[in-house]
Structures are given as structure tokens and as C-alpha cells.
């Protein structure tokens, strides 16, 4: 079963950076969509950034130009590399497998990590 884990979070201060891996074990004959979320306490889950199967990438306006989203060759792992953090990057960050395998779609999710950012 494909079960995304995310690595990397931690505390930093405003300015700072962190880099967020999400690894999972995937199929080789199915393809994935990988997307990053994060929910801040007290609100709803929210879009972060995406990379799909064919290499598209999307990011929130409010991340653009400060985070950069990537994966390893095997596309096995995705990344999310936060720079220039700010106290409102703080939540829980989360990523999302969407497989699909002969036109077959299921979605996995991780448990999160942990960003923490003071001002």
C-alpha cells in the first residue's frame, strides 16, 4: 500500500528555511499526482503546492516565490523546500499521493509534520 510519510519539520524563526520530504512506496506501473497542504490551527486545510505526473507544477499565491516543490527521479519522494518562512507558514503540513493506476484513482495521505515559525 502506498503510504505517504513526511519528514523535516521543525521550529525556525521568521526568515529561515526548511526542507519538507514526503516518501512513499509507490508502484512503478501507475503514475502520481503530489501535492503538499497545510492546516493551521483553527482552520481548514488549505492547497500548498502541487507536482503531477507529467511534471506540472501549481503553488498558492501566497507561497509563490518562496517555496520550491520537486522529486527525485524515481518519483518515489516529493519535496518542498521553504524559504523566507513567515509565522504564517505555521501548521501542520501534510502530503497527498493520488495514484492512478490503468484509470484507477485512490488517494493517500500522510500524517503530517510539524512547521513551526516565530517572529
Known amino acids: 500500500s502506498v503510504q505517504p510519510k513526511e519528514f523535516g519539520g521543525g521550529s525556525v524563526q521568521a526568515g529561515g528555511s526548511l526542507n519538507l520530504t514526503c516518501a512513499a512506496s509507490?508502484?512503478?506501473?501507475?503514475?502520481?499526482?503530489m501535492t503538499w497542504y497545510r492546516q493551521a490551527p483553527g482552520k481548514e486545510r488549505e492547497f500548498v503546492s502541487s507536482i503531477d505526473s507529467d511534471g506540472k507544477i501549481r503553488y498558492a499565491d501566497s507561497v509563490k516565490g518562496r517555496f520550491t516543490i520537486s522529486q527525485d527521479n524515481d518519483k518515489i519522494a516529493v519535496y518542498l523546500q521553504m524559504n523566507n518562512l513567515k509565522p504564517e507558514d505555521t501548521g501542520m503540513y501534510y502530503c497527498k499521493f493520488e495514484e492512478d493506476c490503468d484509470s484507477t484513482w485512490e488517494t493517500f495521505w500522510g500524517q503530517g509534520t510539524q512547521v513551526i515559525v516565530s517572529s
Open positions: 509507490v508502484y512503478r506501473y501507475c503514475s502520481y499526482d
